[in-house]
């Protein structure tokens, strides 16, 4: 049984920074993909980050030069690093798990087997 348990989330004003953490359990960190995706309120949820068993890493586009996604295999943890916020990160923001995963299923929800349950991100105006 996989388990994912995110941390970390809140509000924060616009310019400001969180720190996301997840702990994963049940399953090797080492030798599977974390990644943070985030789904605002009637949107579809949408990939942000991963960091695969090799260490490299991918973003989305938007969160390039903001976010740094990384990993501590010893402890099982996965971070996400987000600073100068912006009101367009307001979302819930999950993590998620997968052994396996190729370059060109990275990014996509159905990749992942094992997911959090969700710590809210709210940055205000």
């Known amino acids: 049984q996989v388990h994912l348990v995110e941390s970390g989330g809140g509000l924060v004003q616009t310019g400001g920074s969180l720190r996301l953490s997840c702990t994963l359990s049940?399953?090797?960190?080492?030798?599977?993909?974390m990644a943070w995706f985030r789904q605002a309120p009637g949107e579809e949820r949408e990939f942000v980050a991963a960091?695969?068993?090799?260490?490299?890493?991918h973003y989305e586009d938007s969160v390039k030069g903001r976010f740094t996604i990384s990993r501590d295999n010893a402890n099982n943890v996965a971070y996400l690093q987000m600073n100068n916020l912006k009101p367009e990160d307001t979302a819930v923001y999950f993590c998620?798990?997968?052994?396996?995963?190729?370059?060109?299923?990275?990014?996509?929800?159905?990749?992942?087997?094992?997911w959090g349950q969700g710590t809210q991100v709210t940055v205000a105006s």
């Open positions: 998620a798990n997968g052994m396996g995963i190729i370059l060109s299923s990275l990014r996509q929800r159905s990749a992942y087997d094992s």
């Open positions: 049940g399953r090797t960190l080492s030798r599977s993909t």
């Open positions: 960091v695969r068993w090799t260490s490299t890493t």
